[in-house]
């Protein structure tokens, strides 16, 4: 008898049960046809899912990889980073998810974006995209962007939207 494993790829589309009440599951193969096996028989392969992490995360992550760092030593000068922000992410619990970034690989998180408007006059904020400034208008233009991060807010010193009572911050999909 040959004891070499086969692994067979395919999708569950349902179950044959004969007069004794044994069942077969039906799988649909790479090929299309339907197949009957016996459940015995199937192994489930489990794909790891990859945690997810900021940008600034994955960018350390990658630079460190680019210049040979192990994982233990990019965890263990993470705290020198020029970006405070990596340390201040890694050490609020995220010690395990680096690790599982680094080793099984990851997907950027989603920033969040926001419109920010005046109550007073309804304005919004826009990015104006040929001068790189920010400005209040009325005006939705081609070249003006209402959705920003909270870190290009932050980087261009626009981060006291946030604490300002006189604006309207609504987070968009």
């Known amino acids: 008898m040959n004891k070499e494993k086969v692994f067979i790829e395919g999708y569950e589309v349902g179950f044959l049960v004969d007069t004794t009440g044994a069942r077969e599951k039906k799988i649909q193969v790479?090929?299309?046809e339907i197949v009957s096996i016996d459940e015995r028989f199937i192994y489930k392969s489990i794909e790891l899912e990859k945690v997810a992490i900021p940008q600034f995360v994955a960018d350390y992550i990658e630079f460190k990889k680019a210049n040979d760092f192990h994982v233990y030593g990019a965890m263990r000068v993470i705290e020198d980073h020029?970006?405070?922000?990596?340390?201040?992410?890694?050490?609020?619990?995220?010690?395990?998810?680096?690790?599982?970034?680094?080793?099984?690989g990851y997907e950027v998180e989603k920033e969040k974006r926001y419109i920010v408007t005046l109550k007073s006059s309804g304005q919004k904020l826009y990015y104006h995209t040929e001068n790189e400034d920010y400005i209040f208008s009325s005006y939705d233009g081609v070249f003006y962007s209402g959705y920003h991060t909270k870190t290009d807010l932050e980087?261009?010193?626009?981060?006291?939207?946030?604490d300002c009572p006189g604006m309207e911050i609504k987070e968009v999909e």
């Open 30 to 32: 790479a090929s299309g």
């Open 155 to 162: 980087e261009n010193d626009m981060s006291w939207v946030f």
């Open 82 to 104: 020029y970006d405070k922000r990596v340390p201040e992410w890694f050490y609020e619990n995220n010690i395990e998810t680096f690790a599982l970034a680094w080793i099984l």
